[in-house]
């Protein structure tokens, strides 16, 4: 029980960085791109989607990330906090019922193909930085 409280609280201390982070970037992608299309959110996930490939190298290579409590806080707290995959639900759905099929289908295909290639990226990137084969 001890060990289920101790990730609990991790995951919250990490929850509570990463959506304030998500509201300040996905703000000001917005305000200084617009907003009528997703990009803050599309910005968020794929830049969430590479964090979370690098950190996946790091938990590949062994002793490189202390396993279970900076997973809980990094990927499962920051990260999962940080992303938004209900909001990238939401904005799709809203551009279908204004008769936006284009972008609609633009930001699915783009978010999964964008999101896709972060996090290879980032796992690459991440096996490279530490040392290991990606």
Known sequence: MKDVLQGLIWVILGSAIGGPTRYFV???VGRHIGETFPLGTMVINVSG??????LAAAAAIGGMLPMPVAWQFAATGFLGSYTTVSSFSLQTLALVRDGQFLRAGANVTLSLLLCLSAVA???AVGSAMLGANA
Not at 49 to 54: E, S, T
């Open 121 to 123: 990226l980032g796992y």
């Open 49 to 54: 989607a590479f964090f979370m490939g690098v």
């Open 26 to 28: 996905s703000g000001l």
